[in-house]
């Protein structure tokens, strides 16, 4: 186990610490800008090769690229993927599905297209004791779609893996609670692009016994959980992504920006291409306002969005990690959060993830004669319970639930 940092310190007149770092004593970091760790453990840690590095190079902007979503030449019934299955669990109702006895490393071009798929519909697909490579994840991942690049986050410091984006905290630095709020961890990965990543994995290689979790929360049920008149209502809306705030606090950290950072208007109910189910687009991370209303009421919704993001479990999934276990989500249709509740334990993960189409509105989906659907409801029609729309809320009084 990693020492345990002494936190004694004392403070000078202005209440800032007199010996921030010494003996160990950890440094606090605010984990959206990932400062370098130190590099003590270099020496025994056997994946210091993947620890997070900085690389002071500049790409050019992103152009539009050609993406056509692999879940569309899927078998809806999944047949060669559950076949080769032990066990396929759904956590909740909602988002998360637990699969066991599959191989990433083993997986057909059809399987990979049923895994898509899955993951499309179900938020969240989780795998444990997985020896693929982060070589061989990324090249799973560059059959979804054309592999995404991080601006300003650490990639490993083994050269030739710039599209990996690496999560690592250990001993030498502590979650500042003053850095950063719970909702604000809340997000969709880098949704300012113009085509924000699709099917996305993310490898656990070091990990704490205990803590650490991660939280996907569902956009789908999100939609669903509203009354039809407002489901409208955001289905007219566009909303601003802004990646400004995290370049500058990269630069804050001393890293180059390795992209410029840009602002991008996403709809703030987008349809999922293999699905055809719709899903709320905006993130506290990234989700800066709604265009084309007064303030007021951009910040009313999304203060709302955000909140029933973070703060309705019905709609989320939390999974405990293993070494070895690999997450791979939808990140079109879900947000998520990471826990910082581990310290001083080393945790150290490999994200691959391809960027998806630009966000398809309803109405351009619709366009072309397809309907764009409520997961809740063809779910419920799947299953012989059809509700019409008069009847699905507003019947019973509200009343205290508790014991
Ligand atoms: O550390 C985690 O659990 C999640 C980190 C994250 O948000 C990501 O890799 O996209
Ligand atoms: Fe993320």
């Given at each position: 186990?990693?020492?345990?940092?002494?936190?004694?310190q004392?403070?000078?007149?202005?209440?800032?610490?007199?010996?921030?770092?010494?003996?160990?004593?950890?440094?606090?970091?605010?984990?959206?800008?990932?400062?370098?760790?130190?590099?003590?453990?270099?020496?025994?840690?056997?994946?210091?090769?993947?620890?997070?590095?900085?690389?002071?190079?500049?790409?050019?902007?992103?152009?539009e690229?050609?993406?056509?979503?692999?879940?569309?030449?899927?078998?809806?019934?999944?047949?060669?993927?559950?076949?080769?299955?032990?066990?396929?669990?759904?956590?909740?109702?909602?988002?998360?599905?637990?699969?066991t006895g599959?191989?990433?490393?083993?997986?057909?071009?059809?399987?990979?297209?049923?895994?898509a798929?899955?993951?499309?519909?179900?938020g969240?697909?989780?795998?444990?004791?997985?020896?693929?490579?982060?070589?061989e994840?990324?090249?799973?991942?560059?059959?979804?779609?054309?592999?995404?690049k991080?601006?300003?986050?650490?990639?490993?410091?083994?050269?030739?893996?710039?599209?990996?984006?690496?999560?690592?905290?250990?001993?030498?630095?502590?979650?500042?609670?003053?850095?950063?709020?719970?909702?604000?961890?809340?997000?969709?990965?880098?949704?300012?692009?113009?085509?924000?990543?699709?099917?996305?994995?993310?490898?656990?290689?070091?990990?704490?016994?205990?803590?650490?979790d991660?939280?996907?929360?569902?956009?789908?049920a999100?939609?669903?959980?509203?009354?039809?008149?407002?489901?409208?209502?955001?289905?007219?809306?566009?909303?601003?992504?802004?990646?400004?705030?995290?370049?500058?606090?990269?630069r804050?950290?001393?890293?180059?920006?390795?992209?410029?950072?840009?602002?991008?208007?996403?709809?703030?109910?987008?349809?999922?291409?293999?699905?055809?189910w719709?899903?709320?687009?905006?993130?506290?991370?990234?989700?800066?306002?709604?265009?084309?209303?007064?303030?007021?009421?951009?910040?009313?919704?999304?203060?709302?969005?955000?909140?029933?993001?973070?703060?309705?479990?019905?709609?989320?999934?939390?999974f405990?990690?293993?070494?070895?276990?690999?997450?791979?989500?939808d990140?079109?249709?879900?947000?998520?959060?990471?826990?910082?509740?581990?310290?001083?334990?080393?945790?150290?993960?490999?994200?691959?993830?391809?960027?998806?189409?630009k966000?398809?509105?309803?109405?351009?989906y619709?366009?072309?004669?397809?309907?764009?659907?409520?997961?809740?409801?063809?779910?419920?029609?799947?299953?012989?319970i059809?509700?019409?729309?008069?009847?699905?809320?507003?019947?019973?009084?509200?009343?205290?639930?508790?014991?």
């Amino acid at each position: 186990m990693a020492p345990v940092a002494t936190t004694e310190q004392t403070l000078q007149s202005n209440g800032t610490p007199k010996k921030a770092v010494s003996n160990g004593i950890a440094k606090v970091f605010n984990p959206f800008y990932s400062p370098p760790a130190s590099d003590e453990n270099d020496g025994t840690y056997k994946f210091a090769h993947y620890k997070p590095s900085f690389p002071d190079i500049v790409w050019a902007p992103l152009e539009e690229q050609e993406v056509t979503d692999r879940g569309l030449s899927a078998d809806p019934e999944k047949n060669a993927l559950f076949s080769a299955a032990t066990k396929v669990q759904h956590l909740t109702p909602a988002i998360g599905t637990e699969i066991t006895g599959i191989d990433l490393r083993q997986l057909s071009p059809q399987q990979k297209d049923e895994l898509a798929l899955l993951v499309g519909e179900r938020g969240v697909v989780f795998l444990r004791n997985q020896d693929i490579s982060i070589r061989e994840l990324l090249d799973l991942h560059r059959h979804y779609g054309p592999l995404h690049k991080h601006a300003t986050t650490g990639v490993p410091r083994e050269p030739g893996l710039e599209e990996v984006h690496v999560v690592y905290s250990d001993a030498s630095r502590r979650p500042d609670p003053s850095a950063f709020s719970k909702i604000e961890l809340w997000h969709s990965d880098v949704s300012y692009e113009l085509q924000p990543p699709s099917t996305t994995s993310l490898k656990l290689i070091e990990g704490p016994p205990y803590g650490g979790d991660t939280l996907w929360s569902s956009g789908y049920a999100l939609f669903s959980s509203f009354s039809p008149l407002f489901q409208k209502y955001l289905e007219s809306l566009y909303a601003v992504h802004s990646a400004v705030a995290q370049a500058d606090g990269a630069r804050a950290a001393g890293h180059t920006v390795r992209r410029e950072a840009i602002e991008t208007i996403h709809p703030v109910v987008r349809v999922h291409p293999a699905t055809g189910w719709k899903s709320v687009y905006v993130n506290p991370g990234f989700t800066r306002r709604i265009v084309g209303v007064p303030k007021a009421e951009s910040d009313a919704v999304l203060n709302l969005l955000f909140h029933q993001i973070s703060d309705n479990p019905d709609f989320q999934v939390r999974f405990h990690w293993e070494p070895n276990s690999v997450a791979i989500w939808d990140n079109r249709v879900t947000t998520h959060s990471a826990t910082f509740d581990f310290y001083p334990h080393t945790r150290h993960a490999l994200r691959a993830t391809p960027h998806g189409e630009k966000p398809t509105s309803v109405e351009e989906y619709e366009r072309h004669g397809k309907v764009a659907k409520d997961r809740q409801l063809e779910i419920w029609k799947q299953t012989g319970i059809s509700l019409p729309e008069s009847a699905q809320l507003g019947k019973s009084t509200p009343r205290g639930y508790n014991d």
